[in-house]
């Protein structure tokens, strides 16, 4: 017996074909590495927020948008005055003077029925105004408010620290002590204070003090 005779024939095996290459992994092109950490960033995204550039606007003033300037005294408030009745004190003074206006937090503006009754009261030394202001002048075109009224409200004060002179110490920074608003203390509970304030700065007033 031939065994290679009855031996069967297997087809033969196709021939694989090689299989292509993996792509390289994609690698973005970077300009530059930023080492910050990530407390910078925030704090240079915040100061970038905060810049803004600043536009320039040309206005030429017409003599309507002065003529009640024309009528006008304008003087700094004296030390110790209380600016909570002071509209009342000035336009009760004067039977001429029409209205009343805080420029900023040390100034104030005193608008007559004309500019003779104006200067009529500029020239009265027994004015109530020279008892209120001092420098009291006609308006010019230089003058302006450069200073404000701000409430500062202060929390978690420790009771020791509940009298005038500590909470001057905490404000004296900020500004200039005008007056208390005393309902936050009237109500048989003792949680914060507000105070008004005369400050320079135009920012938000926040901060924390360990007192």
């Not at 110490?169 to 005008?178: A, D, F, M, P």
């Amino acid at each position: 017996m031939n065994p290679a005779k009855h031996q069967s024939i297997k087809p033969p095996l196709p021939t694989s074909k090689p299989l292509p290459k993996p792509a390289p992994p994609h690698k973005p092109q970077l300009m530059f590495r930023d080492n910050r950490s990530f407390a910078e960033v925030l704090t240079s995204t915040t100061q970038q927020m905060a810049i803004k550039e600043r536009r320039m606007v040309q206005y030429n003033s017409t003599d309507e948008d002065k003529e009640w300037f024309h009528r006008s005294l304008v003087g700094n408030i004296m030390p110790n005055v209380d600016v909570a009745t002071l509209e009342a004190t000035v336009l009760k003074s004067s039977d001429k003077a029409v209205s009343f206006r805080f420029l900023g937090a040390s100034q104030l503006i005193v608008t007559f029925l004309d500019q003779l009754a104006s200067v009529q009261e500029q020239r009265n030394e027994g004015s109530v105004l020279y008892s209120l202001f001092s420098n009291l002048r006609q308006w010019e075109a230089r003058i302006r408010a450069y200073d404000r009224f701000a409430w500062i409200s202060i929390f978690g004060l420790p009771m020791e620290g509940w009298n005038k002179n500590c909470i001057n110490n905490l404000l004296q920074s900020w500004g200039n002590i005008i007056c208390y608003d005393t309902s936050c203390v009237s109500r048989g509970s003792i949680s914060g204070i507000r105070v008004l304030i005369r400050t320079i700065q135009l920012e938000t007033l926040h901060d924390q003090v360990m007192l």
